[in-house]
């Protein structure tokens, strides 16, 4: 799978569909089969690792960019 490439997150949103519809029935539970918790399981799986993916990249380029100045002036407030 490519880096690039977009999320599949239909097995996310199916979940969370079946989750609101449950309790919009008042239903004590829902069912999935394997094939759909284990489409649910990676599609989770995928996605957590591409946000831990873009969390690292994220901190490596903040880091590059620790020499910043910033300056911050301050005064007693008088000029009101």
């Given at each position: 799978m490519s880096i690039n490439e977009p999320l599949n997150t239909s097995a996310i949103?199916?979940?969370i569909q079946?989750?609101?519809?449950?309790?919009?029935?008042?239903?004590?539970?829902?069912?999935l089969s394997i094939a759909q918790a284990k489409n649910l399981a990676f599609t989770l799986g995928i996605t957590?690792?591409?946000?831990?993916?873009?969390?690292?990249?994220?901190?490596?380029?903040?880091?590059?960019?620790?020499?910043?100045?910033?300056?911050?002036?301050?005064?007693?407030?008088g000029k009101w």
């Open positions: 949103q199916n979940f079946q989750v609101k519809s449950a309790e919009g029935s008042n239903a004590p539970e829902i069912r957590m690792s591409r946000l831990h993916g873009d969390l690292e990249k994220f901190v490596k380029e903040s880091k590059s960019t620790d020499n910043e100045v910033i300056e911050v002036n301050m005064d007693v407030g």
